[in-house]
């Protein structure tokens, strides 16, 4: 008979785990989980970031190969817009003169302008007329528009039509390649009225600060009053 202790150990052999059997599965080990390797990673993340950043700049700039994959647009000229025709002045007898002693011509130009030097300044500033006289060789006006604009392309030669001023044929034109005429502080908005007498060339350039004020019809009146006085 087994003393009280070893009587006391049997009883509680149940508490312990029985011994694993023939039917029972293998035991799978677990793999401990993976560090993240940031060493790896930052060399990665800086190659992107310098991809990514040479494309924008080479967009902005026309790097290759951006130049390669965006087509260059072709500027396509379109009138200045949103001309204004102001009512008319109903007359031109208390006008100003323009007079040039040299060429011997004059025209006149509204009271509330001013004239600096060889440029009439309108009312505030927002309408000027440039008066130029240069030497030419060529015969007739048209000959001297050819020749000046040959070497463009269609989509920069000016749009032209066929006017008359003091008799003589003339043309007006808008220069598609000129917005601003540096010095001559004509304006944003530029048209010429150009024709030749005695182998120069006149030049009445219109100009306003702004397309959205351009006084056609005054311009013309001040056109109509120009005559030679010799």
């Known amino acids: 008979m087994l003393e009280d202790g070893h009587q ?3 009883k509680n052999m149940d508490e312990f785990s029985p011994l694993p059997s023939e039917n029972t599965p293998p035991l799978i080990p677990v793999e401990p989980k993976k560090k ?16 990514v950043g040479y494309v924008a700049i080479a967009e902005n700039h026309g790097w290759w190969p951006m130049n390669q994959l965006i087509p260059t647009a072709t500027p396509i000229y379109s009138p200045p817009c949103c001309k204004t025709n102001p009512t008319p002045f109903p ?6 003169t323009y007079t040039n002693n040299q060429y011997g011509f004059d025209l006149k130009y509204p009271a509330e ?8 300044v309108g009312e505030n500033g927002e309408s000027m007329l440039l008066i130029s006289v240069i030497k030419t060789t060529s015969s007739n006006i048209q000959d001297w528009f050819d020749n000046e604009f040959k070497s463009r392309n269609s989509n920069e ?8 001023i003091a008799g003589f044929p003339a043309l007006h034109y808008e220069d598609p390649t000129v917005i601003f005429k540096s010095g001559t502080g004509v304006g944003n908005c530029i048209s010429d009225n150009v024709f030749i007498k005695n182998g120069n060339l ?3 350039q219109e100009g306003a600060t702004a397309c959205s004020y351009y006084p056609e019809v005054v311009f ?3 056109l109509s009053t120009f005559k030679f006085t010799k």
């Open 202 to 204: 006149y030049d009445l």
């Open 157 to 164: 030669k000016p749009t032209y039509s066929s006017i008359v």
């Open 113 to 120: 302008w001013n004239q600096s030097g060889d440029k009439l």
């Open 220 to 222: 013309s009146q001040i």
């Open 36 to 51: 993240f390797n940031l060493k790896i990673w930052i060399p990665i993340i800086v190659v992107v970031l310098l991809i």
């Open 8 to 10: 006391k150990d049997f």
């Open 91 to 96: 007359t031109t007898d208390n006008w100003k």
